[in-house]
T-cell receptor
Framework: NAGVTQTPKFRILKIGQSMTLQCTQD?????MYWYRQDPGMGLKLIYY???????DKGEVPNGYNVSRSTTEDFPLRLELAAPSQTSVYFC??????????FGPGTRLTVT | GESVGLHLPTLSVQEGDNSIINCAYS??????FIWYKQESGKGPQFIID?????DKRQGQRVTVLLNKTVKHLSLQIAATQPGDSAVYFC??????????????FGQGTILTVHP
């Protein structure tokens, strides 16, 4: 039981490039979330999903897109990467608001 | 918008001492609060939670206190150990509706435990 896994662990992008951050969970939880964490700051919610086929915006959705075709996977898409998107990205899964389980994170640098 | 914030960004204690980490929240509609621990290079890890109909909840070596009158949350760690060194975040959830499952995180407090 791996919990929440994220790939890649590190990535450097050039301005304007695109990429997909992968997130997979094996806990069969309906709720999944994407957060970003800037240096010295708390986590900010980008997008979340309450089940396959259902997604909604969080606090900072601009510049990102998500999809949820299965319970297990919740990829985050960055289109036209900008330096402001340099951050650590965390995916989480849970049964609702109660106790979200976080992945190890993806450290992204946009230069 | 309303958010969760912390009084102290850093806290240094000696091994064996008790630690108290504070958090202020501004949204009186929040009905659920969580404390997370984040070690360097890792994702946040759940420590303890409390619902708004409670004042106190205890776990193993940790206690969370909720004072709704002054919108204040605290995490007490008993007999702090070097392994407790990490960043601690409080998070709140607004009650019901489309806010369900959407946590708002505070800035975090760095706890350093000296042996």
């Amino acid at each position: 039981n791996a919990g929440v896994t994220q790939t890649p662990k590190f990535r450097i992008l050039k301005i304007g490039q695109s990429m997909t951050l992968q997130c997979t969970q094996d806990m069969n939880h309906n709720y999944m979330y994407w957060y970003r964490q800037d240096p010295g700051m708390g986590l900010k919610l980008i997008y979340y999903s309450v089940g396959a086929g259902i997604t909604d915006k969080g606090e900072v959705p601009n510049g990102y897109n998500v999809s949820r075709s299965t319970t297990e996977d919740f990829p985050l898409r960055l289109e036209l990467a900008a330096p402001s998107q340099t951050s650590v990205y965390f995916c989480a899964a849970g049964t609702g608001v109660y106790e979200q389980y976080f992945g190890p994170g993806t450290r992204l640098t946009v230069t | 918008g309303e958010s969760v914030g912390l009084h102290l960004p850093t806290l240094s204690v000696q091994e064996g001492d008790n630690s108290i980490i504070n958090c202020a929240y501004s949204n009186s509609a929040s009905d659920y609060f969580i404390w997370y621990k984040q070690e360097s290079g890792k994702g946040p890890q759940f420590i303890i939670d409390i619902r708004s109909n409670m004042d106190k909840r205890q776990g193993q070596r940790v206690t969370v206190l909720l004072n709704k009158t002054v919108k204040h949350l605290s995490l007490q760690i008993a007999a702090t150990q070097p392994g407790d060194s990490a960043v601690y975040f409080c998070a709140e959830n607004l009650a019901g509706g489309t806010s369900y499952g959407k946590l708002t995180f505070g800035q975090g407090t760095i706890l350093t435990v000296h042996p």
